[in-house]
Each structure stands twice: as C-alpha cells, then as structure tokens.
C-alpha cells in the first residue's frame, strides 16, 4: 500500500539499538523504514566493541523500527557471515498498564509478560552481534556455536521489548507516536 510517494511500512518490527536508531543511517541501508516508537529491551544490555551488540543481563534503550526488506537488514548485519545472529524476543503487552513504570517490573513480571506474548506470537526481532568477531567483552552462557547460546539464553530468561508510549504497535497500523512513516515530530521516515 502506498500513500502519495511514500509506501507505508508493514513488514517485520526490531528492535534496534545502535546505528539504526539514526533515520539516516536506516535510510541508507533500507529502502523503506518506519519507526513506530522508543522502546526498552529488557533481559539484554548494550556492549560496544566494534560495533554495538547485545550481552546478558540488565536494560538497554532503542526502538521499534518496521521494514519489509529483511534481506537488507540481514546483509547490513552480517547474519551470513555469522557476524550478527537474528533472534525473536517477545513484546510486552502495552494495553495493560503503563510501561514506562513498567520498565524496570520485577523479574517475575517481566517472566509473566514474555509468556504471554510468546503464546500470542507477539515478538519483534533484534540482532546480536557475535562478541568475539566484534571484540566486545562479552560472555554468553553456555556451550556450543554463538547463535545455540544466545537463542538458549533468550528461551530460558526473562528477556521482553517494551514499547515506551501508550500501546504497543500493530503490524501495519498507526504507531504509538503517528501514523506508520512517521516519528514522535511527525517527520517522514520512509524513503
């Protein structure tokens, strides 16, 4: 579906945490993008090394971005490679109080929330990036190849993006902050 010369985004949600939180960057590496909101990821927190990625344990800010160019997004990357490993996280239900006193609930709420989004399917995707290739000081528990253990870690944790506004975004419809294709100031993010 299109609008005028911009198309509205329906694709896959992520949860972006590092470069791709700039709409300009986003731009370059996709040709549609649309932000639907600021988020938190709980469960993970953000390492830098030579790129950002994901470890363990804590909190880390971002937002929810939708596209339809998942290919783009994979080769931006690097998931053939085995550089970043694409993993499916649940979304918090956002009808059901308000996140952002929400954000650091206990593990048992965040537990909660996870399992009731996993069984409604409700997820966004996010990227980890593999600490040794990236040199980021990071370990993850656990034996075998880096993408076992991380998808290993995420089944057994408490680990859920919150979306930061009023209700969590549905597939193709309004964002939190505008209409798909727009952010919190209501500039164009698809190109």
Known sequence: MTMGRHALVSGMDVFVYGTLTDRERAGAVLDEVAYRGPAVLSGLH??????????PGGTVDGRILSTDDVAALDRYEGVADGLYVRVSVP????????????????????????????ARGRTVETYVGDPDRLDAPVDWPGDGLF????????ADADVVVRPRSGRAPS?????????????????????
């Open 171 to 191: 597939p193709g419809g309004e964002a939190p902050d505008g209409p798909a294709g727009t952010d919190a100031d209501g500039d164009r993010d698809t190109r």
């Open 91 to 118: 979304l918090a239900d956002a009808d059901s109080g308000d996140l952002d006193a929400r954000v650091s609930a206990s593990p048992a709420d965040a537990s909660r929330d996870a399992a009731e989004n996993d």
């Open 46 to 55: 953000r390492v830098d090394g030579a790129y950002p990625t994901l470890a």
């Open 147 to 154: 993408p076992d253990r991380v998808r290993s870690y995420l």
